[in-house]
Nanobody
Framework: QVYLVESGGGLVQAGGSTRLICQTF????????MAWFRQAPGKEREGVAV????????YYADSVKGRFTISQDKAKNTVGLQMNSLKPEDTAMYYC????????????????????WGQGTQVTVSS
């Protein structure tokens, strides 16, 4: 069982930065794969960044590559998302997701690959 609590975000000006934190509460074993998804009003939830907690491999959606960085702090049981050069189109509810099984292939972009989700944190980028 894993509980995820997101923090950070808020209102940011275009071109600015913010950092999201996902605090993980685990019973025994840590998740093998963690990700950040986002969902804007009227749009489907989309994967933004993924990290494999074992070897630290990271993956990014093309829309955020070079601007966002996902990282983990194993000592604190947190996964962070540093968001730079923000654009109005980055406005969305951001969700932390986790699973104990590493998705096959590129299924890490599929929301159904994750059994555990946080409640979400809003990021609004003003132009």
């Amino acid at each position: 069982q894993v509980y995820l609590v997101e923090s950070g975000g808020g209102l940011v000006q275009a071109g600015g930065s913010t950092r999201l934190i996902c605090q993980t509460f685990v019973h025994k074993y840590s998740p093998a794969c963690m990700a950040w998804f986002r969902q804007a009003p009227g749009k489907e939830r989309e994967g933004v960044a993924v990290i494999y907690t074992g070897d630290g491999s990271t993956y990014y959606a093309d829309s955020v590559k070079g601007r966002f960085t996902i990282s983990q702090d194993k000592a604190k049981n947190t996964v962070g998302l540093q968001m730079n050069s923000l654009k109005p189109e980055d406005t969305a509810m951001y969700y932390c997701a986790a699973d104990f099984i590493v998705p096959s292939g590129t299924n890490y972009w599929d929301a159904s690959s994750y059994d555990y989700w946080g409640q979400g944190t809003q990021v609004t980028v003003s132009s």
